[in-house]
Every structure is written in structure tokens, then in C-alpha cells.
């Protein structure tokens, strides 16, 4: 796979949907120049968030973390494009918002840990397992088959 073809997985989660940011990640991440290959709205269950966050099972906030993923809605997202996973990560800001860089969406959205806006993968091995989890292949879009060529390829 050509590292241009490089995914990542991002979720805006419910407190971000609620305020009204979906446009704003969007933008954020189209306009630098990433591809939008699978986005869909969902209520995520109990099953796949304790999936998702198996990784974080242990950790005392562990519960209210699954209570605030499943209190409303997410916007889940497969952003595609040379270094999206680490790029990804420097626009969502550190996870903590008291220490995310003005600037990134954690940054200038958000001030408490618990309620950080956005999810983004931390890794390409966390990625794949992330969309395998949160998408099936049938709803991902390839642009290889575009009859122009991508600004950047
Ligand atoms: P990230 O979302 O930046 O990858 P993570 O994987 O360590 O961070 O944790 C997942 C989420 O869990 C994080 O976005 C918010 C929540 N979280 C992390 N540390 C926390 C803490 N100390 N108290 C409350 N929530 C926390
Ligand atoms: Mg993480």
C-alpha cells in the first residue's frame, strides 16, 4: 500500500456533535488536504465502545468514559492521506485540553479531559484495528477508480 493511501481513524465524540463542531473537523481535515473515505452517524453500543477503549479497561474513569462515548450520538470518520495518522494527532491537540497547543481542535474547543471533543488513532496498527472495528469495507470508498487525478498524487 502506497503511504499516500495511509487511514486514520477519527470520531468526533457526543459533546463535540452537541456543540456543533462536526462542520469544523471537517473542514479542518479536508482543507489540509486529507481525503474524507468513510463517515457515517451513529449511536455507538456499549459493545463496540468496550471494544474500542479495551486498552483503557483498567483505568478508573474507564466507566464514565463509556458513559459520555454513549450519551449521544458520534460522527465516525476514515481520513486518508501521507501521515494522516500522526498529522491527525497534532490537530487534535494533546489529549489532556489544558495542555493542547492553541490552534488544534482540542486546543481551542474544549478545556476538560472528559470532555475532549475528538478521537483520533494513535498509531497505524491502532488505526487499521479501529476502522475494522468501527466500518465495514463495503462502506469505504477508494478513489484509485476517480477518473481525475487527486490534487497531491
Ligand atoms: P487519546 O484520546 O488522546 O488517544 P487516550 O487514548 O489516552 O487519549 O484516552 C482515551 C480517552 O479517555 C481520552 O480522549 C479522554 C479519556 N481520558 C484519558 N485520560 C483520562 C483521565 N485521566 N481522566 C478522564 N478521562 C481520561
Ligand atoms: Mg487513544
Redesign the pocket.
Known amino acids: 500500500m502506497s503511504d499516500l493511501e495511509e487511514r486514520t481513524f477519527i470520531a468526533i465524540k457526543p459533546d463535540g456533535v452537541q456543540r456543533g463542531l462536526i462542520g469544523e473537523v471537517i473542514k479542518r481535515f479536508e482543507q489540509k488536504g486529507f481525503k474524507l473515505v468513510g463517515m457515517k452517524m451513529l449511536q455507538a453500543s456499549q459493545e463496540l465502545l468496550h471494544n474500542h477503549?479495551a486498552?483503557?479497561s483498567t483505568?478508573g474513569?474507564f466507566p464514565?468514559?463509556i458513559a459520555y462515548m454513549s450519551s449521544g450520538p458520534v460522527v465516525a470518520m476514515v481520513w486518508e492521506g501521507k501521515g494522516v495518522v500522526k498529522t491527525g494527532?497534532v490537530m487534535?491537540g494533546?489529549?489532556?485540553p489544558a495542555d493542547s497547543a492553541p490552534g488544534t481542535i482540542r486546543g481551542d474547543y474544549c478545556i476538560h479531559?472528559?470532555k475532549?471533543v475528538i478521537?483520533?488513532s494513535?498509531s497505524v496498527e491502532s488505526a487499521e484495528q479501529e476502522i475494522s472495528l468501527w466500518f465495514q469495507p463495503s462502506e469505504l470508498v477508494s478513489y484509485k477508480s476517480c477518473a481525475f487525478n487527486w490534487l497531491y498524487e
Do not use: P, W
Open positions: 477503549y486498552d483503557l483505568k474513569f464514565s468514559l494527532r487534535l494533546a489529549t489532556n479531559v472528559g475532549n478521537h483520533g494513535d
